[in-house]
């Protein structure tokens, strides 16, 4: 792209042309966003011709003449700010999904339950149809209504009246904004084959640093959003003397995040990492932020170091399951549904998991 040309005009002096099939836009939505960000498209490559947008399986194997850029649909699409089906499928659920997922829910079903307002889909690329995590709760039960030989027109009258009888169960309350986990222990685990230091008052520096990550904890427990600001201030004078004090490393990190400040946040939580593998509270919570920005791959290694290194800590086995199933992994997140429900029996969202879980 010329360097003149804004960022919020990606294609300025582009002449596009699109070949193959486009799964994430019709031709003529493509063509408006095209003209939209200042671009021209044309029907066949010529000597004006800048760019070749490819659709589908074509794109590895698309020839064009050396004064033409080849790109994938998927490159369009982020250069055009616009989600393509490939990020679609990452973060949500496509017909197909449901009704694999749920056999007994055909496509007359669903549009019953978006008809009925029980189900939106939060995009839709060509003929697909994407919907949250949270449709699947709804989807689930009409499925386990039309299994048990309930009739569709019930199962849809009950579950109205029941929606209107209370608040509608909005699934990004509950990852949205995730509750951290605070180190609240001051014990610096031994290298291997060294012995338990015994204390960290007996180094003057050492018990220094300790005063003030005990003066920023007891800030950080009143909640208050100055004190959090003076507690920030306090984790990193403890910083400053001892750089390498991972439980101040992850509560400062909090901070950040708690201001939405992940970049901040993430780079703390991945030092503390490095200093301390072992901290559970480190992998949980960068596993959080890898969540809140979609990126469930990351997200999913992270909840798993988290649970293989605090099994008893029922948020992780939460917050895995849900990212398990948002991939569609179902059957991996049963046993995590189960040990949320085993280690929070009064939880939160107990009834969600015992949803999830049969």
């Known amino acids: 792209m010329p360097a003149s040309a804004e960022p919020a005009q990606p294609f300025v ?22 003209e ?7 029907d066949e490559v010529t000597q004006r011709t800048t760019l070749l947008v490819v659709g589908g399986s074509d794109a590895a194997g698309a020839r064009a003449p050396g004064h033409v850029q080849v790109i994938s649909e998927d490159e369009f699409c982020r250069r055009a700010g616009v989600p393509s089906t490939s990020d679609l499928r990452k973060q ?26 029980l189900v939106t889909p939060v995009a839709r690329a060509g003929a697909d149809r994407y919907y949250e995590f949270s449709d699947l709760l709804v989807i689930k039960q009409v499925s386990n209504q039309l299994e048990q030989g309930t009739p569709m027109r019930t199962v849809l009258r009950a579950m109205l009246a029941a929606r209107n009888g209370q608040l509608t169960f909005d699934f990004r309350k509950v990852t949205d904004g995730a509750q951290q986990a605070r180190v609240i222990a001051l014990e610096r685990r031994p290298a291997a084959g060294q012995r338990q230091a015994p204390s960290y008052a007996a180094d003057p520096q050492e018990a220094l ?3 003030y990550f005990m003066q920023a904890a007891s800030l950080d427990d009143a909640g208050d959003a100055d004190k959090q600001e003076q507690a920030a201030a306090a984790y990193r004078k403890a910083l400053v003397i001892d750089p390498d004090l991972v439980p101040a490393i992850v509560n400062l990190a909090n901070i950040h995040y708690a201001h939405d400040e992940l970049i901040e946040a993430q780079a703390l939580y991945e030092r503390a990492i490095i200093l301390d593998p072992e901290c559970f509270e480190a992998h949980f ?23 293989a290194l605090n099994g008893g800590y029922a948020d992780a086995h939460f917050y895995l399951a849900v990212t398990l199933e948002k991939m569609g992994h179902s059957q991996e997140a049963k046993p995590h549904w189960k040990a949320y429900q085993r280690l929070a029996p009064d939880g939160e969202w107990v009834e969600l998991a015992r949803e999830f879980s049969d």
């Open 209 to 211: 640093a300790a005063k």
């Open 285 to 307: 919570n960068l596993g959080n932020i890898h969540h809140d920005l979609g990126r469930y791959d990351d997200a999913l290694v992270c909840y798993r170091d988290a649970v």
């Open 13 to 34: 002096r582009h002449v596009i042309v699109f070949s193959g099939k486009l799964s994430s836009l019709g031709r003529r939505e493509a063509q408006q966003l095209v």
């Open 36 to 42: 939209r960000l200042g671009g021209e498209v044309d």
């Open 92 to 117: 949500f659920h496509r017909v197909r999904d449901i009704r694999a997922m749920y056999p007994t829910i055909r496509e007359d079903h669903l549009r019953y339950m978006e008809k009925w307002g």
